[in-house]
């Protein structure tokens, strides 16, 4: 059975878009796709066919000319999910370049050369370890990586080389208590634990709100880390930190290195 709906007073039958009444029973009715959707289809398409840069400028086509799409926060999810893909992988780009490994290299001295964390280094090489070989031509990120928090609306964000490379989700401090200013991330830890009130709170812990990740800043107590409450995420309910969900904080652990610049505003 076709479904029939009522659009400002026209029968619309779906399975046949004919249109009836006002005297035209029987006439066609042209519902043609928007230049937006068009454009959108031609995107997914390419990104299905791991054409993954010419599915980003796709996307970022759409975004830069029609900002008033009604799909625009499903684009630019599009847009953020091929930018991690691009990240994480052995494309090459203009943030890119190839280090050939040399006698006495190690993926710590390579990483610390370009500023590049050892884990991107692994996962965009496909390396099962540390371990390099002489003669080796390792893709390297070189695209500087700096966070914008924004605390009015709860978000962070990601960029490279000041382009917007993704966007979070976060929880900030309770009554304003997340520090504004530019600061530094100077300690990662993994699996941190917990210093509350002189107990010690093992990563384990339920109560352990730090969740999976921990990215200090150069100003002591604050950071970036995961949670145990990711219901709360998008709320100002923290003690001063930016609380992130577990695998999300894990995927930024990835990606930041050391000295990484962090913004926050109000």
């Known amino acids: 059975m076709r479904n029939l709906r009522l659009i400002w007073g026209v029968a619309v039958v779906s399975a046949g878009l004919f249109l009836a009444g006002c005297g035209q029973a029987g006439g066609k009715i042209n519902l043609a796709a928007s230049p937006a959707d068009d454009l959108f289809t031609q995107a997914e398409a390419l990104a299905g066919e791991g054409k993954k840069l010419e599915a980003k400028s796709v996307f970022q086509q759409i975004l830069s000319e029609h900002s008033d799409y009604k799909n625009i926060e499903t684009v630019q999810e599009a847009l953020y999910r091929i930018n991690m893909e691009i990240l994480f992988s052995s494309l090459q780009t203009p943030q890119t370049t190839i280090h050939e490994v040399v006698a006495g290299d190690t993926l710590g001295k390579i990483s610390a050369k370009y500023n590049e964390t050892k884990d991107l280094i692994r996962v965009s090489n496909n390396l099962p370890g540390d371990t390099v070989r002489l003669g080796q031509r390792l893709r390297i990120w070189n695209g500087k990586f700096s ?3 924004d605390k009015s609306q709860n978000v962070l964000i990601l960029k490279s080389n000041d382009e917007v490379w993704k966007v979070y989700h976060v929880s900030t401090g309770a ?12 300690t990662k830890l993994e699996n941190p634990v917990w210093f509350k009130a002189g ?16 990215l200090g800043f150069d100003i002591e107590g604050y950071g970036i880390h995961g949670t145990v409450e990711p219901d709360k995420i998008g709320q100002q309910v923290t003690a001063g930190c930016v609380r992130m969900r577990n695998h999300e904080v894990e995927e930024l652990y990835k990606i930041l290195p050391r000295n990484t610049e962090v913004t926050v505003v109000d």
């Open 147 to 149: 966070v914008h928090v």
């Open 175 to 186: 009554n304003n208590s997340t520090p504004v200013g530019t600061f530094k991330i100077t």
């Open 199 to 214: 107990a010690v709170i093992p990563p384990e812990s339920p109560d352990n709100v730090l969740g999976t990740r921990w």
